[in-house]
């Protein structure tokens, strides 16, 4: 079982800066591709970036050039570090993975760390 455990979220002013972080555990874990995700009160839930095994990934438009996603496949886990934040960015961010199996990919996700800019 794959379990993905979020952290570094908080509160910040517009115009900072944090670091999220996701670590997997789990036997033999290797995912074709990990994510963060956010969903803010009265919205559904968004991409906000993808890491796709390869090394390319992917961004929302309203994130590009702010925001970057990593991963530390060594420690199973995935990073999201996000600068110059804005009111807009405030959300529950989720980490997600897609992990083969024998039945197909599986998909998993984080319980979810909330991240509030203020101005």
């Known amino acids: 079982q794959v379990q993905l455990v979020e952290s570094g979220g908080g509160l910040v002013q517009a115009g900072g800066s944090l670091r999220l972080s996701c670590a997997a555990s789990g036997s033999h874990f290797s995912p074709s591709a990990m994510a963060w995700y956010r969903q803010a009160p009265g919205k559904e839930r968004e991409l906000v970036a993808a890491s796709i095994s390869g090394g390319n990934s992917n961004y929302a438009d309203a994130v590009k050039g702010r925001f970057t996603i990593s991963r530390d496949n060594a420690k199973n886990t995935v990073y999201l570090q996000m600068n110059s934040l804005k009111p807009g960015d405030t959300a529950v961010y989720y980490c997600?993975?897609?992990?083969?199996?024998?039945?197909?990919?599986?998909?998993?996700w984080g319980q979810g760390t909330q991240v509030t800019v203020y101005s």
């Open positions: 997600n993975a897609w992990v083969p199996s024998v039945v197909g990919p599986r998909e998993y």
